[in-house]
């Protein structure tokens, strides 16, 4: 999974995040209220200053009624594509379980999972037959 440039995320994810409340009509307040974040700290977000956790991140989509995917592309966390390894992904950055450490840990072995070059003599469902013993 390749790291997008965070100045540029960091701005944007912020910038998108204020124009979705103001979409809303949800003051600052309101947000940071429905999101459980804390007011001086969501002010941060918007104006670039902080780079939120994916757990932030899916509270302030929670309360924007707006996709957390969305948020994660923007803040740099998940990169666009179109071959569905989003799902693994998500699942794990959603996962309540994990914490913001483990999130990563687990996402940088998929990202190396899926970097490596699969073959038919490495994929791993080789079972030996009988003939192959002899």
Known sequence: MAR?????????????LREQRNSAQL????????SGVSNPYLSQVER???KPSA???Q?????????AETLYVRA??????????????LAVLADPSLNERQKQ??????AAFRAEPTSPDTDGDHT???EEDL
Do not use: C, F, N, W
């Open 128 to 130: 030996p037959r009988p």
């Open 76 to 89: 740099g966390i998940l990169d666009p594509d179109e071959d569905g390894s989003r799902s693994v992904e």
């Open 4 to 16: 997008l440039d965070m100045t540029k995320t960091v701005g944007t994810v912020g910038e998108y």
């Open 27 to 34: 003051s600052l307040r309101q947000v940071a209220h429905l």
């Open 59 to 67: 509270g302030l989509a929670k309360a924007l009624r707006i996709s």
């Open 55 to 57: 757990e932030v991140l």
């Open 105 to 110: 840990a687990l996402l940088g072995i998929y």
């Open 48 to 50: 670039g200053l902080r």
